[in-house]
């Protein structure tokens, strides 16, 4: 695709860049594409197991979990359109970084001749540090996803055990049922988090199907003549 746009393109867009943004958010879909479904298949089962195990012994303890649970993911889908957006910059400035690489290696024995060496030292310290702001930011948005479901993991595993220890203080529950009832909510930190490091992959993820797609959406200005 790429290779069919015109020539003005191509001189907006240096070999560095598009070996970053063609090679590298390529890359980094299959990594995650190849890992997705087993492990959100595998998560989501266990999650509706445990569930309906909690259904099965009471059912207001399991809807209850179930209203946690979807809250839970609901969390997770608020963070992810943000945290996209900084990863999207973090990829521009990283093909940026990448672009002036290329572009000054290759010239390197001029910008010797010309004695322009600390002036690009200077250049590439400005782009190093643009780097470093838009992976920084992009990191502290993506951990928010973290931060948040411990946050809703630990309140909804307080309500659980505070629920157990009524129904047993009432009599309307053995202190097996209660542990039963406080063990699977434990059990649901496990599926939830691999859900949520999930998440955070998608987070960068989106962000390379849009670079990728805004390649797509350009088209040549000029036509290739009917054949």
Not at 3 to 25: A, C, M
Not at 120 to 134: I, M, P, T
Not at 192 to 216: D, H, K, M, P, V
């Amino acid at each position: 695709h790429c290779l069919r746009l015109d020539l003005s393109f191509h001189k907006r867009h240096t070999p560095g860049e598009l070996i970053d943004r063609v090679d590298g958010d390529i890359n980094r879909l299959g990594s995650f594409f190849s890992a997705l479904m087993p492990r959100l298949l595998g998560n989501g089962l266990l999650v509706i197991g445990i569930l309906t195990l909690l259904m099965l012994e009471d059912p207001r303890v399991g809807l209850g979990m179930l209203l946690y649970t979807l809250f839970a993911l609901g969390v997770l889908s608020l963070i992810q359109r943000p945290a996209a957006r900084r990863w999207a910059d973090e990829r521009q400035a990283s093909a940026a970084k990448f672009s002036f690489l290329e572009e000054r290696i290759s010239g390197v024995e001029d910008l010797r001749a010309v004695g322009a060496e600390p002036y690009a030292l200077n250049q590439l310290l400005g782009l190093l540090r643009s780097c470093l702001e838009k992976t920084r930011a992009a990191f502290v948005v993506g951990s928010l996803t973290y931060n948040l479901t411990n946050l809703v993991y630990g309140i909804g595993y307080a309500i659980g055990l505070a629920w157990g220890v009524y129904l047993y203080t009432r009599g309307q529950a053995s202190l097996g049922m209660a542990y039963l009832i406080t063990y699977y909510i434990g059990m649901l930190a496990g599926p939830l988090q691999g859900i949520r490091s999930q998440a955070q992959e998608f987070q960068q993820s989106s962000a390379n199907l849009q670079r990728i797609q805004q390649l797509f959406d350009l088209k040549p200005a000029v036509g290739e003549p009917a054949a």
